[in-house]
């Protein structure tokens, strides 16, 4: 599976959107990007996943770059119940989950 | 409502004791993982078992064993092998011939040796 790059942390202000960058340069054609969060002492949250498309649900939107080099997770409007480690990850579909050190997003009032 | 439950929350342990971590889920999922995260880290994959009655190692499984002998359940041994078993564990299932689903995980087991 392929590795992926993402910043160690972030704040963001409560109310607006955050933005989380994720690199993956050695992604695939057939692995797609998950995103998962963790807050602090919880197992993990599946939150998002796409493969090419942009994709949005009720949690976030996924913005994946036409080369598929590097993807985007969208928290529209952050609360401060959004404070956790979020973590990219790129794997073939019946691929294991390997997760990497992640980015912990702080919300700030 | 269908999930995961690990069981107990928190664990104490005497050095040199074996403990089992129990994981048991109602989803249905044929795919199970146990997994270990240190402080300040990511998740490890100690084993992971895609049907009943088979397992199979992953990076970090020396000191623990495990066993899958019923669709719902997947617990893991902690052994007197493992050198620094204090961690906080999470087990997770998916649906392993649906493509395109994503993991769920139990709310974790902190396992402490004393």
């Known amino acids: 599976d392929a590795k992926t790059t993402q910043p160690t942390s972030m704040d963001c202000a409560e109310g607006r959107a955050a933005n989380l960058p994720c690199n993956h340069s050695?992604?695939?054609?057939?692995?797609?990007v998950y995103w998962y969060r963790q807050i602090h002492s919880q197992g993990p949250q599946y939150i998002i996943h796409?493969?090419?498309n942009n994709e949005t649900n009720e949690m976030a939107s996924l913005i994946i770059t036409e080369d598929r080099k590097s993807s985007t997770l969208i928290l529209p409007h952050a609360t401060l119940r959004d404070t956790a480690v979020y973590y990219c990850?790129?794997?073939?579909?019946?691929?294991?989950?390997?997760f990497g050190a992640g980015t912990q997003v702080v919300v700030t009032p | 409502d269908g999930g995961i439950t690990q069981s107990p929350k928190y664990l104490f342990r005497k050095e040199g004791q074996n403990v089992t971590l129990s994981c048991e889920q109602n989803?249905?999922?044929?795919?199970m993982y146990w997994y270990r995260q240190d402080p300040g880290q990511g998740l490890r994959l100690i084993y992971y078992?895609?049907?009943?009655?088979?397992?199979q190692k992953g990076d970090i499984a020396e000191g623990y064993s495990v066993s899958r002998e019923k669709k719902e359940s997947f617990p893991l041994t902690v052994t007197s092998a493992q050198k620094n078993p204090t961690a906080f564990y999470l087990c997770?299932?998916?649906?392993?011939?649906?493509?395109?689903?994503?993991?769920?995980f139990g709310s974790g087991t902190r396992l402490t040796v004393v």
């Open positions: 989803l249905n999922h044929d795919a």
């Open positions: 990850i790129v794997r073939v579909p019946w691929g294991k989950l390997q």
């Open positions: 997770a299932s998916s649906i392993f011939w649906q493509i395109q689903n994503g993991y769920t």
């Open positions: 078992s895609q049907i009943v009655n088979d397992f």
């Open positions: 796409g493969l090419k």
């Open positions: 050695t992604i695939s054609g057939n692995e797609y």
